[in-house]
């Protein structure tokens, strides 16, 4: 490497005295571009290459004369340069050319290459880069390039620019780029926030702890706990970090074992399927399965998000296997269709459609894995559990063929076992195939490699079927120059290029090998060689191999040190569905439960592991609660045992755990005081323990148990009763029953049914919670599948409230009330919930406001149950079949930022009316309120009209039918208690008139959230209704009127005549919703002319309700 000095002496004489006042000013104009479209000046690996202008013109704003024969000479060695396909021979050549670039278009060199087209580069110069400080967005990735045979048959002033990828994933960043940079005034060392935080990164930066700033959301992602074992973990970094890349849901976690931290990667909305990286570790790529599936390409040294492919899987089937070239420039994937498709990704370039593909036909089976040749990027191979796939790419002409040889147990007389991995060989033109039968399967190449000019036909033949173990073989791979296999024993062999066996490790009594991941760096020892074991050769030389990551199947990971030989523990999480998770009342503790009967404490604040304890096989932690004082910890299990044990050592309270339920307990509880504990399972029986006096000692022991609903038990809750310190019991059940139990007078096996009640007549009850003390009326808040929340009076069960509920795709399934200590003010309380895929917050009062809550999607499969620490600054969530447990900090700044932004008083619920406050619907609204003081007071009176702003109760039920909501009877009986009691507690007077403002806020809480759909109506003639014979559900003419006449609200004869004389418009202009000044008594309809013989949902919704019906329908 030539000195700054001579270099820049070299380049002036190379370009004549005449330029030297454009290279100076060049050199300030070469600046990397920044977030916000500004330049700055950078140094580091990322070179911008752009755009090479004609020769033969002149820039607009050239910074200075330059020698033709300089600029033809520069322009020679730019094709020269783009045809040898990057590197440069040197660097010295590549500063050279850099540099004079710059020199003769100062414009372009604030260039980055952004891929796009050339119509695209005019209008916006300025591209965004992903992965600049705000970390927003999934763009391009910075750092990286390919250009193919393709690209450079193109003129170099249409040159499609793209980003280059450096060996090792290294800056060529030097000690004498230092010193020249520091010549220059205008140069930094250390990125600015308007810098890239990629091309400024390096390997050690990766673990930046977040600031305040950064911490811009509500909840944001602190922790994972648990990890999905059946996908790859890559060992990441090996020497002075020991961090290793694995996945807990949706999101990517690196983590540093030695340091204690994990880095993040969030970004998908559906729970990753795939994941990669290239061979030097600093580009990750993840794939996901479902709605909008997603690729991502991360950068490795910064956890940024580079680039996105958003359209790779439009029908949502995700993506079932993926692998990276060593070079990181080509992506391949294989979704999970029927038809499989194979797609190759030239992700360094702005493009959303693949290089090439080709449709796999279902015959073929499901290929599951996938690798390119690591010697050669145009040859790949996929298997399925019995079929094999050889994959050539003619970069040249973007097409992929690909050829199946035939394999069956005749081939060798021999049974081959299904597939499990295959790679190429290193040493040969050959394929390796482990299978689960203990063989390995070699696979001939023919002919050599191609030019690549034009595709032939494929060869590809069994050639070889190695028996090499008795057992199957999960894993195979190779590192330098070993193959290495991984079986369902734990063992793991090496074996050279002839197939030799080499060394191998049996004694740590491993659990079946489902991943190994070799460290990026190759081992040099210096000095002693002892501590290698010996290989199997004659002369017994020391057996030196990379450290590596092994993975298994009961979801642990280990680091195997191969100087000594040294297995240490990585991670150690549950290898089946976690549902149980609790928070100690006042530690930082957290009680982790899984299906496979692992029972974690952890410190969630240092995120150290405390204490565990493992039961025996077939026995599943199901539920677990602390007591409030935080000595106990009681759990249920999956066989129907409840456990009573120590918080600190998880050893037995009782002699032997109980066991009076016949299936999963569901639910656990302790009453206030911790003299009562009850239960409920599967069974919909709720069960209840109690501490009793024997021998002057207290013990738990069983009390009664009932079988009080005929539904599954959604929740199970103990409060305190209002006028004494006695402990109540409550169950709420989906059967719609909402049942208290008189504990003091419950005897053994008799447990007494204190009073029921049914909270909802159409929607589900999912769950309930005590409101916190922000009135002086004490409530029970329950939650619907209707997106509602109520508040019942908790004495008198009587309905006090309906209101609106978070609307985040699907109904609140679990609420917590966030603990006092969560802040300063008595009077702000807050709420968290789950439900089907996200995890949330809401500010308290609930009324209906959109803009208290905020939630974000925590486990895309399902969230199983939640918690909250004690001081209400951390929220857990247990994600079930997807066997982690995420850890989110709690930030109520961010909350209460949203609501101010959302405006006060009545702003935020007009947004909730079609059109908002100046719209049509508003303006309707408001006539018929008004219209209804005139209907109030006679529509033909001759007196003086009194205008007010109230109208009275008795009109509301009309007003809501009129603008299109149409409630049942008990629903109009809650609007007009709600209304009527409003101020009850406070004056003592019941309210019997009610103004415009909340006469809003009544109907957008009590209406459906999304009204009626067809889908609803065909769910109801699924139900009630049978198959026609032109095979759709029907309703014959006499059951749906017996049905309208018996069942549900039933209603009269003379009702249901009333009801379809008007549908029919049958009925005089003003029939009964005014008075009329005809004396009317009903229709003389004749039902049996009007309805047909056969009502479908179809005809019910179009002919009788007049509803327009869907075109999808």
Known sequence: MEEPAKRKLKLERMLGDEDKPSIEAAKKHTKHL??????????????????????????????????????????????????????????????????????????????????????????????????????????????????????????????????????????????????????????????????????????????????????????????????????????????????????????????????????????????????????????????????????????????????????????????????????????????????????????????????????????????????????????????????????????????????????????????????????????????????????????????????????????????????????????????????????????????????SLVNWYSQFKLSPIVMLSFSKNPLIPVGDKSGFPSDCTLPGNPFIVRNFIIGTSDARVYHLTTDGTKLEEVLIEPKEAIHAIACHPYKPLIAIGSVCGLLKMWNYRKKLYVVSRIFEDGIGVQSLTFNPEGYLLGAGFTEGTVYIMDAVSLENETAEPFKYSRGNVTLISFSHDSQFLATADVNFTVAVYKIMIKNGEKVWEYLARLHSHHKKIQSLLFGIQLDNNEPRLLSLGKDRLLIEYDLLNSTKDHLEVLDIHRTDQEAIPKCMIWYPPLTRESFLLICNSGYKVKLFNSTTKMCRRTLIGPTYGSPIQQVLILPEKATDDPQKRYLAFINKDKVGLQILPVDGNPHKTSAIICHPNGVSSMTLSYDGTYAFTAGGDDHTVLQWEINLGALEAAVYLGGKDLTPFYGLLDGGREGEFYKELEDYFYYSQLRNQGIDTMETRKVSTHIPLSELPFIMRAIGFYPSEEQIDDMLNEVKFSEYVDTGKLVDSINLPDFVKVYINHRPPFGPTMSDIQNSFKVLGYLNKDGEMAIRREDFLELLLTKGEHMTEEELSECFSTLFGLNPEGWKSEPATLDYKGSSICLDEELPEEITAEVFTADILGFPIPEDI
């Not at 991502?296 to 040294?301: A, K, L, P, R, T």
């Not at 690909?402 to 499990?420: A, C, D």
């Open 34 to 499: 920044s977030q916000d479209g500004q330049a700055s000046q950078t140094k580091g690996s990322m070179e911008k290459i752009v755009e090479m202008p004609d020769s033969t013109e002149e820039p607009e704003d050239s910074l200075g004369e330059v020698p033709e024969e300089s600029m033809r000479g520069i322009a020679d060695r730019t094709s020269q340069a783009l045809k040898a396909q990057m590197p440069f021979a040197s660097e010295e050549k590549e500063l050279i050319y850099l540099e004079a670039l710059a020199a003769t278009s100062p414009q372009s060199s604030l260039e980055i290459s952004s891929g796009k087209s050339e119509e695209t580069e005019k209008n916006g110069r300025a591209g965004k880069v992903s992965g600049e400080s705000s970390g927003q967005g999934t763009q391009e990735a910075p750092g990286l390039t390919h250009q193919t045979p393709k690209d450079s048959a193109d003129p170099p002033s249409v040159r499609r620019p793209s980003v280059r990828v450096y060996e090792n994933g290294n800056l060529p960043y030097k000690e004498e780029d230092e010193q020249v940079e520091e010549e220059e005034p205008s140069s930094s060392k250390e990125p600015t926030p308007q810098e890239s935080l990629v091309y400024f990164s390096r390997e050690d930066s990766l673990f930046r702890e977040k600031t305040e700033e950064e911490k811009i959301y509500p909840l944001n992602l602190a922790w994972c706990y648990g990890w999905n074992s059946s996908l790859p973990i890559y060992n990441i970094q090996d020497e002075n970090q020991r961090v290793v890349l694995y996945t807990c849901s949706h999101t990517a976690v690196l983590f540093d074992a030695l340091r204690n931290l994990q880095k993040h990667l969030q970004g998908h909305n559906n729970v990753i399927t795939c994941i990669c990286v290239s061979e030097n570790r600093r580009w990750i790529a993840t794939a996901d399965k479902g709605p909008r599936c997603l690729v991502i390409v991360w950068d490795g040294f910064t956890g940024i998000p580079v680039h996105t492919i958003f359209d790779s899987c439009p029908d949502g089937n995700g993506i079932k296997a993926m692998a990276m070239t060593n070079d990181a420039k080509f992506l391949v994937t294989i979704d999970d269709a029927t038809f499989q498709k194979v797609c190759i990704w030239r992700w360094t370039v702005d493009t959303d459609t693949p290089a090439c593909s080709v449709t796999l036909e279902p015959d073929m089976g499901v290929q599951e894995y996938i690798i390119f040749n690591p010697a050669n990027c145009r040859e790949l191979v996929s298997n399925s559990k019995a079929h094999l796939l050889y994959y050539e790419w003619d970069e040249a002409n973007d097409i992929l063929e690909f050829s199946m040889p035939v394999l069956t147990e005749k081939t060798f007389n021999k049974i081959v076992g299904k597939f499990s991995q295959s790679i190429f060989h290193f040493a040969a033109r050959q394929i390796l195939t482990a299978t689960m039968e203990g063989k390995l399967v070699v696979w001939d190449l023919h002919p050599p490699p191609r030019s690549y000019t034009s595709l032939e036909v494929l060869h590809i033949k069994a050639c070889k079927l190695v028996h090499l173990q008795k057992d199957a073989l999960t894993v195979l791979t190779s590192v330098d120059k070993y193959f290495v296999t991984g079986d369902v024993r734990g063992h793991i062999r090496f074996y050279d290029s002839k197939l």
